[in-house]
């Protein structure tokens, strides 16, 4: 059974650009949430995906936003990249039903100039 | 979603018991307490849930009060490993996570 992994682990973006983050999900689940962790900050829920569909959001403007694959993995995509979007990107795979227990990445670190 | 308070951090002994406590006095009815922990760097790690009863799986037991408005969550025999940031957050079932600033516990020899 693998677990979730993301990709890439690092990235450096500048200030005004667009990145695209990547999770696939443990297998068996259907569910996929995201979180934004500043530094010596708890995780902020970004939003959560089930079949395909937004299912749930935090305190995130639109230029946050996210795709579901019918495998389950999902993309978190931010545009217009600003200076305190600096931060460690999380992404959990739950099961529907079960979505607050959550199954974690590594994360990825992103840095923005 | 409930709003959850636990200690900045805590201390433990190598092989003692950790103690962790949390209160959560707003949680409803229907909302379990989870908690999770982050090792530092990584992501964090589902620990264990309930609603009424005591839990105890392979990692820890949670323990939370007849009127739920607090738990605790024991590691029975800490070790260093179990040095992390631990967090107890109410949520539904099927619900989304809303992470506080946890307790930061330190496991020393």
């Known amino acids: 059974e693998t677990g979730v992994t993301q990709s890439p682990t690092h990235l450096i973006k500048t200030r005004g650009q667009q990145v695209t983050l990547r999770c696939s999900s443990q297998?068996?689940?259907?569910?996929v949430s995201w979180y934004q962790q500043a530094l010596g900050q708890g995780p902020q829920f970004i939003f959560q995906?089930?079949?395909?569909?937004?299912?749930g959001r935090g305190n995130f403007p639109p230029r946050f936003s996210g795709l579901q694959f019918p495998n389950y993995s999902s993309e978190l995509n931010v545009n217009a990249l600003e200076l305190d979007d600096s931060a460690l990107y999380l992404c959990?795979?739950?099961?529907?039903?079960?979505?607050?227990?959550?199954?974690f990445g590594p994360g990825t670190r992103l840095l923005v100039l | 979603d409930a709003k959850t308070t636990q200690p900045p951090s805590m201390d433990c002994a190598e092989g003692r018991a950790a103690n962790l406590p949390c209160n959560h006095s707003?949680?409803?009815?229907?909302?379990?307490v989870y908690w999770y922990r982050q090792i530092h760097s990584q992501g964090p790690q589902y620990i264990i849930h309930?609603?009424?009863n005591n839990e105890t799986n392979e990692m820890a037991s949670l323990i939370i009060t007849e009127d739920r408005k607090s738990s605790t969550l024991i590691l029975p025999h800490a070790t260093l490993r179990d040095t992390a940031v631990y967090y107890c957050?109410?949520?539904?079932?099927?619900?989304?996570?809303?992470f506080g600033q946890g307790t930061e516990l330190s496991v020393k020899p």
């Open positions: 957050i109410g949520a539904y079932q099927g619900g989304k996570l809303i």
């Open positions: 995906y089930y079949r395909e569909e937004e299912n």
């Open positions: 309930g609603l009424k």
């Open positions: 707003t949680i409803s009815g229907n909302e379990y």
């Open positions: 959990a795979s739950s099961l529907a039903g079960q979505g607050a227990t959550q199954y």
């Open positions: 297998s068996g689940h259907n569910t």
